[in-house]
């Protein structure tokens, strides 16, 4: 999955009016798994996509 799922999915959401209150990333969003990391190649800009999901009224939550 990339960034511009996770904004797409939390996009979705919000225009079909399906109750979603967070997006929850899983490991899937690290670099080679390893803790506090991102995957630069699929989430480039992890900080702007956080508040893009956040003014469509989510939160974002990451396992770290």
Partial sequence: MSQDEV???ANEFRKRRIPCDAIYLDI??????MNFTWNTKNFPKPEEMI????GIKN???YDS
Avoid: G, L, N, Q
């Avoid at 508040?51 to 956040?54: S, Y």
């Fill in 7 to 9: 904004i797409e999915v």
């Fill in 28 to 33: 899937h969003y690290m670099k080679d798994f």
């Fill in 51 to 54: 508040k893009e999901i956040e």
């Fill in 59 to 61: 939160k974002t939550c």
